[in-house]
């Protein structure tokens, strides 16, 4: 079986041809460089960066995205706003991970992806006696070194799959970066978003009869109940194309200047022309519902 036709994706001096080149390379690409100039290395100008044809589509996303893939490159940037993910590391991540990242790419916005743990040890810290103190503190510090150690794991494994699928296209580019902080979950998001105020918290939830649902679903009610930031929740049984497919939404609402605010910030974060809007007034005792298309 022969090789792949080689092709010419960019044209560069020899810096930024060797830095591309490293960057492609690290990605997993097979790149040579043509039109070097051996004698004058560090002034050779017009050197060709050459891959596989079959590797065009992937090192575009790559080259369109090197802020993302460039480990030498910050992923915070201030001035843009920021999409918050909190994470479990659980199939619903990557549901709300795929949201997100959708919607920063539309509204050019990085992406936090916050986890939070609570220590077993700690949780567990009986009460019933001060002489526990030492051995307690001490089991508490080794609980905590593990549980971060294996989120930290447990991050780098996700940040990795989310660049896999950027560079093949799954999920649409945007800039990352992540937290890891010991504390109550919903604690820890509501901290984050005080500090931090994001454009959008994106979060998973869990059906209804899952065994599981206090470890998640619980989470991502206290937060609608008590975080001030718009929270766009995504439910288990959606799948990842999730929001994609979304074509209508219904908007119950009491028409008070708290639901007009909210409408507005609906429109601001999802692209309107994709969907129709449908508010339905709650009923109170004396009143059927009825529903407005806008």
């Known amino acids: ?29 097979k790149v040579t460089l043509q039109n070097v100039n051996l004698s004058n290395p560090e ?13 065009l589509p992937v090192a575009l996303r790559i080259i369109e995205n090197k802020e993302i893939f460039d480990a030498s490159e910050s992923a915070s940037d201030n001035i843009q706003p920021n999409i918050l993910v909190p994470v479990d590391f659980s ?20 992406i936090t992806l916050l986890n939070s743990f609570v220590d077993p040890i700690y949780s567990r810290r009986s009460q019933l006696s001060d002489a526990l103190t030492f051995d307690n503190d001490s089991a508490h510090d080794k609980a905590t070194d593990m549980a971060m150690a294996e989120a930290e794991k447990n991050m780098s494994e996700l940040e990795q799959n ?32 005080r500090d931090k105020r994001p454009l959008l918290i994106v979060m998973g939830t869990r059906e ?7 470890l998640v679903g619980s989470v991502t009610a206290e937060v609608l109940d008590t975080c001030r930031f718009p929270v766009f929740t995504i439910p288990e049984i959606c799948g990842n194309d999730f929001p994609d497919r979304v074509r209508n939404i219904i908007f119950f609402s009491n028409f008070d200047q708290q639901d007009i605010l909210a409408v507005d910030a609906l429109f601001r974060l999802l692209p309107a022309n994709f969907y129709k809007v449908f508010l339905i007034k709650l009923p109170s005792k004396k009143y059927t519902g009825l529903a407005h298309e806008i």
Do not use: W
């Open 1 to 29: 079986m022969t090789d792949a036709p080689l092709i010419t994706v960019a044209i560069h001096t020899m810096h930024y041809a060797c830095s591309l080149k490293n960057l492609l390379e690290k990605e997993g690409l």
């Open 43 to 55: 002034i050779a100008a017009g050197v060709r960066v050459r891959i596989r044809e079959t590797d």
């Open 91 to 110: 199939e619903r991540t990557m549901q709300a991970c795929m949201a997100a990242f959708r919607l920063a790419n539309a509204h050019n916005a990085t």
């Open 162 to 193: 989310l660049v896999s699928k950027i560079k093949t296209g799954e999920i649409s580019p945007a800039k990352f970066t992540h937290e890891i902080r010991e504390g109550i979950p919903e604690e820890i998001i509501n901290q984050y978003a």
């Open 208 to 214: 209804s009869n899952s065994k599981a649902r206090e």
